[in-house]
């Protein structure tokens, strides 16, 4: 029997009602399914029950995926990764109109969304995410202009994703039982045109101000475009602070800076 390894962030879902109701947000019958991290394959169980077209589970964990492999060998429509899902390549693997389904490990979750927000080619292969997090972040995924969970992830996540439903978890839910509350988040890609060229820039922008979130934005704009940013931002307050800022001025700042 293998146990949780905190180095992964493994905490396996073990309620079967939760379970069903993760897999309940969208239709998936005859539709590409991708598992990020499936561990024992308790999701994947279910997913699989509901026949879909094929199923992609990327395990990092050499154990657990050889375990994976021997559990759903009678299947022939899943393929296992034993894969890092930060190293994973998702717009060569997956196919078009792919829903991903994942329990993501908390120490790298974030990431794992960012990576998925950055694919190269948008709209993206993937039509849905639904994927848990820790509460605490899911909250600063979705957080709106004006609250205390408003910042560079939900700014970020806003671009290109539109936040469709959510729902809470309780630790108990858990084996091991991990000592935070977690969410269940369903989001979808925006169907955008690419107003910034590139989302590295966005991501490069809002690291910025924010890692002065204490101070003005006019150390921030000076700090981005030296001489050139009074006759850039004549309109804009250069007092307030990076949250006084809407997503829709960091999509122009971001704009601005492209094409100087």
Known sequence: MQFAK???GQNFLTDQNILKKIISLKDI????ILEIGPGKGALTKYILSQKPKSLIVIEKDNLFA??????????KN????????????FDKIIKKNTIIFGN???NISSQILIKLIKSQVWP???TDLILMFQKEMAQRIIGKFGTKDYGRLS???NYRLKYKEKFNVSPNCFFPKPKINSTVLHLQPKNRKNEIRKIENLEKITSIFFSQRRK??????????KKKSSDLFYNLDLKLRPENLTPDQYYDITKKYELN
């Open 29 to 32: 019958a005859n539709r590409e």
């Open 155 to 157: 700014i970020l996540s």
């Open 78 to 89: 899943i393929k296992v990764f034993n894969k890092d899902v930060l190293k994973f390549n």
């Open 66 to 75: 050889k375990e994976l492999v021997f559990k759903f060998k009678k299947e």
């Open 124 to 126: 993206p292969k993937f």
């Open 104 to 106: 993501l490990p908390y």
């Open 6 to 8: 905190k180095s992964l």
């Open 216 to 225: 003005m934005i006019k150390q921030s704009i000076k700090k981005i475009f």
